[in-house]
């Protein structure tokens, strides 16, 4: 029997072996239920799409540097590798000497892939650091909202994250738990650098408690639950009810919002407020869950353990901090925050760790991984502005009470993301995409982004080199061993680096003299140095091909030592408790995000349908579409849509029609799946299909031409891709092919010259 070659991924760990000349993929054996997404890895691994050869825009060959129009549909020119390095450094060598390093976005973010030395956003912001320095980015589109919002209410968003009330807790303890947004089975695969074990699938089997999934789409809670099919976009109405509800029949907590935190009278008044109450009769007519329905569920949550939850997905959206806020104001009137199976939690069912009790940094140091460096260039953007820097440099705007300027960006680097996958209203990011000079991209297949680049780099994928991987609170750390050989002439991100560095004359400080290999070795070697348990010799870790970490603590309440002793254990927040109201967030001023939560009503829309643009369960964002999961799930080669048979049948849609889907930014093609597992009047549509443009319209299913290209509010400007509004019809005659699955025309050197 061939020993299977370990490695692992963001959807957890696994091991491979050749069989036939074919790669089968095998799951890892302490793995208690291994994910889905295992199934692209074969079938995607060398599949067409993937890039074999360094490639430049044809017109950007011709013509050099210089805004354009850039055709997803353009030829590209093959070149040899040492051009593709010249062209670079030259171009980056240019743009350094003229308009000055700030005009360089090496922002770069992206998921890549597991392995935590070929980290491409890393190994890129390493490079350009050392290159003069680059705009970077903040925050994420995942959390963007929360990111900035929570140091505010809670002190800081590590600990919500990272520190979360365990399952177990939870599992033993918690009577009712009120899933706002629920807790997606679909989404706890996936871990920045994987979870060797996936254990919340079980735990949630294990549930005690009665769950209330507060959600438009049922399939949001796995397992049994009291579905309360909520309107998108209102669980603060809701939230703000069942406060309401609570204090008018005195069952809130006096004692707790006293003692723990501050500015309850002004969200109080709020709440009460003469002329414009929020109780539930006022919230039913908002979020369309009936008003004796709000107060029971009140009730209930007063009498019972209670655990309120709110998704990732719920701050993705315009004003993306009110459902968060207010989920801990309404935690903090129950008073049982810090208790056992009580409280506030944030991203069950948004990422594999969140609740997870594997190993902590305290117990295992941080596990390694490659150092950015220093950037020598202060200048960021909150990771969701990109379009609207690259349209309107030298513009001002707002972030959390600072007053920012777009700089005037002329080259593009981006290396392990795609953001015409991750971006919202992608026709106008097209737009924005015409603005600077160059774009490079590394990357291992020709996604979208790498067809709006000029000039592509080839990259390997993780089964083609030597790396290892942990996730945050993974069991292991996992030896991923080189199984196959590169693709074409893809180069590792880190070579390709070493390349440019060498040709602006800094290569001795990217590489400091290691090959890939020395340095896995070198960062493995430091960590167990001064890692707080004992830790074998690297060739000993490489040989056995993992490394089990010690364990966690099993049982942990979040903010349970705040609780037990708020003066010696303060929040980090300027009164040291919970702000239900922040005086901080109501100095800066914003009309979007006051100082309390509050209900901002979106304003009309004259597109009927609620589009919910979540994540996928085939894939992990837009990443191996081509793979065998991700095809099986399309309809007639396009992304499924979700649609309730009264929105179908008002529209004369049958099951598996192909369906155009628009707004007024633009449309996409995509297949009718009719279920009464949805609320009437949403349909749902995930992210991560291939874009695929002919003109507006996007013919694959990317329902990021559809959302718009605003910020949650002006104090994160996070992401708000989660919601959209449109209409639906069938789409009579043949439907444009789908094109994204085969290369760009791809021209030699010698054809194009
Ligand atoms: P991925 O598809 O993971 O999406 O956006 P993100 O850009 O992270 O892209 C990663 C790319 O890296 C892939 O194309 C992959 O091929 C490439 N890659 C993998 N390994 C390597 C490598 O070693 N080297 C190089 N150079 N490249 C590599 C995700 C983002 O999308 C996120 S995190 C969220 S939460 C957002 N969610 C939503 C949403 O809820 N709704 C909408 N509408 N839009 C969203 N977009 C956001």
């Not at 449309?667 to 799946?673: D, E, K, R, T």
């Not at 509010?713 to 444009?736: I, K, M, N, W, Y």
Request: hydrophobic share 35%; with cysteine.
């Amino acid at each position: 029997m061939t020993r299977l070659t370990p490695t692992t991924s963001h959807w957890g760990a696994f091991g491979v072996r050749m069989s036939r000349g074919e790669v089968e993929v095998i799951p890892h054996p302490a793995d208690p239920a291994p994910s889905p997404l295992l199934g692209n890895v074969a079938s995607a691994l060398r599949h067409p799409t993937r890039v074999a050869r360094p490639a430049v825009r044809r017109s950007w060959l011709k013509h050099g540097p210089g805004p354009r129009a850039r055709s997803a549909g353009e030829e590209f020119v093959e070149v040899a590798w040492d051009e593709a390095l010249d062209l670079v450094a030259a171009e980056l060598d240019r743009v350094r000497r003229g308009p000055g390093n700030e005009a360089v976005f090496g922002g770069s973010y992206g998921w890549a892939s597991a392995g935590r030395f070929h980290h491409a956003q890393s190994q890129l912001h390493r490079f350009l650091g050392l290159a003069g320095g680059y705009t970077s980015s903040r925050n994420s589109y995942s959390l963007g909202t929360s990111l900035v919002l929570l140091p505010h209410v809670v002190g800081d968003s590590e600990q919500v994250v990272r520190r979360a009330s365990t399952w177990p807790t939870i599992t033993e303890n918690t009577e009712l738990l009120v899933a706002f947004g629920g807790v997606p089975e679909k989404n706890v695969y996936v871990t920045p650098g994987g979870v060797t074990r996936h254990v919340t699938p079980g735990h949630l089997k294990s549930l005690r408690a009665e769950v209330a999934l507060i959600s438009p789409l049922r399939a949001d809670f796995p397992l049994d639950a009291r579905w309360y099919p909520i309107r998108p976009g209102t669980d603060v109405a809701l939230m703000l009810a069942l406060a309401h509800t609570l204090v008018s029949e005195g069952l809130h907590d006096r004692n707790f919002l006293d003692r723990y935190c501050t500015g309850f009278g002004s969200f109080e008044r709020y709440l009460l407020s003469q002329d414009a109450p929020k109780d539930a009769d006022w919230a039913a007519g908002v979020c369309g869950i009936s008003a004796d329905g709000i107060r029971e569920l009140a009730r209930r949550m007063a009498r019972s353990r209670t655990l309120i939850t709110v998704t990732w997905s719920l701050q993705r959206i315009r004003y993306g901090e009110q459902p968060v806020w207010a989920g801990i104001a309404l935690a903090a009137l129950l008073g049982q925050i810090g208790l056992p199976g009580g409280g506030f939690g944030h991203g069950y069912g948004s990422m594999g760790d969140v609740g997870d009790h594997g190993p902590t940094a305290e117990r295992t140091g941080r596990v390694p991984h490659l150092p950015q460096g220093r950037n020598p260039v202060s200048t960021f953007i909150p990771v969701a502005r990109i379009a609207d820097m690259l349209l309107h440099p030298g513009e001002a705007y707002d972030y959390n009470g600072q007053t920012l300027k777009y700089p005037d960006i002329r080259l593009v680097y981006w290396a392990g993301g795609n953001p015409f996958h991750h971006h919202q209203d992608l026709n106008r990011l097209r737009r924005a995409f015409a603005r600077p000079d160059t774009i490079v991209v590394h990357e291992p297949y020709w996604t979208a982004t790498a067809r709006h680049a000029d000039i592509v780099l080839p990259a390997t994928s993780t089964l083609e080199r030597d790396d290892f991987g942990s996730g945050r609170r993974d069991t292991h750390l996992i030896a991923m061993r080189r199984a196959v050989e590169p693709y074409g002439e893809a180069r590792d991100d880190y070579d390709i680096l070493a390349g440019l560095a060498a040709r602006l004359g800094v290569y001795d400080e990217f590489t400091e003299g290691r090959t890939a290999r020395q340095w896995l070795e070198h960062l493995y070697t430091a960590w167990r140095e001064t890692a707080p348990f004992s830790v074998p010799p690297f060739a000993e870790f490489w040989d056995e091909g993992e490394l089990e970490l010690p364990p966690g603590p099993e049982r942990e309440t979040l903010f349970e030592r705040f609780r037990a002793d708020p003066e010696a254990n303060p929040l980090r927040t300027p009164s040291g408790g919970i702000e239900i109201t922040s005086a901080t967030v109501a100095g800066f001023g914003y009309d979007d995000c006051p100082g309390h939560p509050v209900w901002l009503d979106p304003g009309p829309d004259p597109h009927p349908l609620f589009l919910i643009a979540n994540q996928p369960s085939t894939r992990l964002h837009s990443q191996l579409d081509p793979g065998a999961v991700s095809q099986a799930s399309k309809i007639s080669e396009r992304e499924p849509l979700s649609m309730h048979p009264s929105d179908a049948s008002a529209r004369g849609i049958a099951d598996g029609d192909v369906v155009r889907v628009f707004n007024d930014r633009g449309a996409c093609l995509s297949g009718a799946v009719l279920s009464e597992d949805l609320r009437p009047g949403v349909v749902q549509l995930a992210t991560g299909a291939w874009y695929d443009p002919l003109g507006d319209l996007c013919v694959h299913g990317n329902p990021n031409v559809l959302t718009t290209d605003v910020p949650s509010s002006r104090l994160s400007q996070g992401c708000a891709g989660q919601h959209a509004r449109v209409d639906v019809e069938r789409f009579d005659g043949d439907p444009p092919p789908v094109t994204v699955l085969a290369p760009p025309r791809l021209l030699s050197r010698e054809v194009a010259s």
